[in-house]
């Protein structure tokens, strides 16, 4: 019997082209993020895209190491940045404090909300003592699909803090916001900046 396939995953591997050449930079959040870190700092970026934020990363001297959970996004990535971009599945990272950043950027809002606190377990494991972790989230109170057949957490403010404080950080800091996506319907927006103890 054929296992039936993901339509998240189908969704971003049958739109990867289309999908890379829609996006832009999320400059304001990143600017915040990287001006938290030191320079050459070692940033790990889950769901690359694109490869737009990287490439921000890049030039601004960061060591940044671009990844994508979809093979098709992973190789439009790397025709972007013109380097290698690995495929990293959320569940499959497993580094220990190999990173002084992590962005996840509009990606971890399509992880199952029974995995979500394992994930957050391995980003926090992955980072350095006074790391800065930065994530975003569409705003609900329980999980489901967009019209676009693609699966989101639609966490609520609360929910997503004490999925955040399951594990040791200085600072977890949540900002509420109004605006939209690749499906440009207006969306209620969660930007997590957490700094791990």
């Given at each position: 019997?054929?296992?039936?396939k993901d339509p998240t995953a ?8 289309a ?16 001006s938290?870190?030191?320079p050459g700092?070692?940033?790990l970026?889950?769901?690359?895209g694109?490869?737009?934020?990287s ?5 601004r001297?960061?060591?940044a ?7 098709e996004?992973?190789?439009e990535a790397?025709k ?25 950027n ?9 995995e ?6 391995r980003?926090h ?5 006074g790391?800065v972790?930065y994530a975003?989230f569409?705003a609900?109170?329980?999980e489901g699909?967009?019209?676009?057949g693609?699966?989101?957490n ?5 929910w997503l803090r004490a999925?955040y404080?399951?594990?040791?950080w200085?600072s977890?800091?949540?900002d509420e916001?109004?605006?939209s ?10 930007h997590?900046l957490?700094?791990k103890?």
């Amino acid at each position: 019997m054929a296992l039936e396939k993901d339509p998240t995953a189908s969704f971003y591997s049958e739109n990867a082209v289309a999908y890379a050449e829609s996006s832009a930079p999320n400059t304001r959040r990143l600017d915040s993020f990287l001006s938290k870190l030191v320079p050459g700092a070692a940033i790990l970026e889950l769901g690359c895209g694109s490869g737009r934020d990287s490439a921000v990363m890049i030039a601004r001297g960061f060591d940044a190491t671009p990844t994508d959970g979809t093979p098709e996004m992973a190789q439009e990535a790397s025709k972007h940045l013109s380097r290698p971009v690995d495929v990293l599945r959320f569940g499959d990272i497993d580094a220990v404090s190999a990173f002084d950043g992590v962005w996840a950027n509009a990606c971890l809002l399509h992880a199952p909300r029974a995995e979500l606190g394992g994930i957050l377990g391995r980003i926090h494991e992955s980072l350095r003592p006074g790391g800065v972790f930065y994530a975003s989230f569409k705003a609900g109170e329980a999980e489901g699909h967009d019209g676009l057949g693609r699966y989101y957490n639609y966490p609520s403010k609360a929910w997503l803090r004490a999925a955040y404080e399951a594990f040791a950080w200085t600072s977890v800091d949540i900002d509420e916001v109004q605006g939209s996506g690749y499906d440009k319907k207006p969306t209620d927006w969660l930007h997590v900046l957490a700094v791990k103890a």
